[in-house]
């Protein structure tokens, strides 16, 4: 990985977007980065780590550039108030394991959050990479350490990037929910979230969370009546599942547990 102000320099035209094309081709030489490639740009949310910088390529021959603090908005229309002032960018030319090994290095070093763009082919391409980073970084948990790929994250990057539609959702659906006792609020939400990893199965939800299959079946029925939705019928099953995830990013969180 490489960084320094002649790399942050250079970058600012490839990831600022609407910049001239003989300006991206100028970066691009300067940087080295070659005309076609299989590029991705990560944005982190925090300070890169200590050891992460270093001159030449990593042990998968994938060669990084950082360009330090990355002051774009992010693209989301406001969702990531607060939370851009410490981002840092990357351009990343990957190597032969392509994005999932740059997302483990990233992890193997304790970076994050971070987002990390689909694949491009071309540093012209970078831009608009670098918009869809920043998105993929607005779909971690605040306060988490997720190095997340946007292609694992689609319906929560469409939630975030269109933050009024997401209130609005989180409402109509999960309003009843919301005026719950926070410990009350969070055993729905547990129970949910524990029924939904483990592929709407009841038995193995109550395994997970240490109570009774029955317990397991009563919460998920009082969710359905409060919410005014099934779990057993496709479309609303999507309603909740996206509330979940509009709940999962709020900056209020579900309270802490109760028993129950």
């Given at each position: 990985?490489?960084?320094?102000t002649r790399y942050?320099?250079?970058?600012g035209?490839l990831?600022a ?8 081709e ?5 940087l ?12 982190l ?10 001159e ?7 060669r990084?550039?950082w360009?330090?603090?990355?002051g774009?908005p ?11 002032e410490?981002?840092?960018?990357a ?6 394991a ?5 997302v483990a ?8 959050p ?5 694949v491009v082919?071309?540093p012209a391409?970078v831009?608009?990479a ?17 190095i ?8 929560a ?12 959702l989180?409402?109509e ?10 410990a009350?609020r969070s055993?729905?939400v547990?129970?949910?979230e524990?029924w939904?990893?483990c592929g ?5 939800a109550?395994a997970?969370l240490?109570?009774?299959r029955n ?23 999507v309603?909740?599942?996206?509330a979940l ?16």
């Amino acid at each position: 990985m490489r960084r320094g102000t002649r790399y942050g320099a250079l970058l600012g035209p490839l990831l600022a977007g609407g910049a001239r094309p003989d300006l991206v081709e100028r970066a691009a030489r300067g940087l080295g980065l070659p005309e076609r490639g299989r590029y991705a740009v990560v944005v982190l949310g925090a300070p890169v780590p200590e050891g992460a910088v270093v001159e030449g390529p990593d042990v998968d021959g994938a060669r990084w550039w950082w360009g330090g603090a990355d002051g774009s908005p992010g693209g989301a229309e406001g969702r990531g108030e607060g939370r851009e002032e410490s981002r840092e960018v990357a351009v990343v030319l990957l190597g032969p394991a392509g994005p999932d090994r740059a997302v483990a290095r990233l992890r193997e070093l304790g970076a994050g959050p971070g987002g990390v763009s689909p694949v491009v082919g071309s540093p012209a391409e970078v831009a608009a990479a670098h918009r869809l980073a920043g998105t993929a970084l607005l779909t971690c948990e605040p306060g988490s350490r997720e190095i997340v790929r946007l292609d694992e994250r689609l319906p929560a990057a469409l939630l975030v990037s269109r933050p009024e539609l997401s209130t609005r959702l989180l409402a109509e659906v999960f309003g009843p929910l919301l005026t719950l006792v926070p410990a009350e609020r969070s055993l729905l939400v547990e129970t949910l979230e524990a029924w939904l990893e483990c592929g709407g199965s009841v038995g193995r939800a109550a395994a997970r969370l240490g109570c009774h299959r029955n317990t397991v079946f009563n919460r998920l029925r009082r969710l359905e009546r409060l919410t005014a939705r099934s779990l057993s019928r496709p479309r609303e099953l999507v309603d909740l599942v996206l509330a979940l995830d509009v709940l999962r990013l709020s900056s209020a969180p579900a309270g802490p547990g109760g028993g129950g």
